[in-house]
């Protein structure tokens, strides 16, 4: 559920119950965290070690949170590939396909024999 949700926001930003959705994720996450000070010296939030079979749902979760906290988050783009459906970050505002190599290779395929 968090994915779906999380897809059709970054999708949609005015799909305020798919935000909401992922706000309870997050918020379920955030009461399993704990702030630690780390080896470098600085305050981190981590998961706390005895979250139990939710860790990869939080942690997950934490992630989707970073990511809808960060202006890059406007930068979210869907691959037009056919049967991709993947995300990708558009930072230079000159990307088309989440991976040339792959989707970008079958388009520019179909582009070629469709001109032949």
């Not at 939080?58 to 930068?75: G, N, W």
Request: glycine content about 6%; some cysteine.
């Amino acid at each position: 559920m968090l994915r779906e949700h999380l897809y059709a926001y970054l999708l949609n930003p005015d799909d305020q119950r798919s935000f909401a959705v992922v706000a309870r994720f997050v918020e379920a996450a955030a009461k399993h965290s704990v702030f630690i000070r780390d080896a470098d010296g600085l305050g981190r939030w981590r998961l706390a070690r005895n979250t139990g079979l939710r860790l990869p749902l939080h942690a997950a979760a934490r992630a989707a949170a970073d990511l809808l906290a960060d202006p890059r988050r406007f930068t979210v783009r869907a691959c037009p590939g056919k049967h991709c459906g993947w995300l990708f970050l558009d930072q230079s505002g000159l990307r088309t396909y989440c991976s040339l190599v792959t989707c970008g290779k079958v388009a520019q395929a179909a582009t070629v024999c469709a001109s032949t």
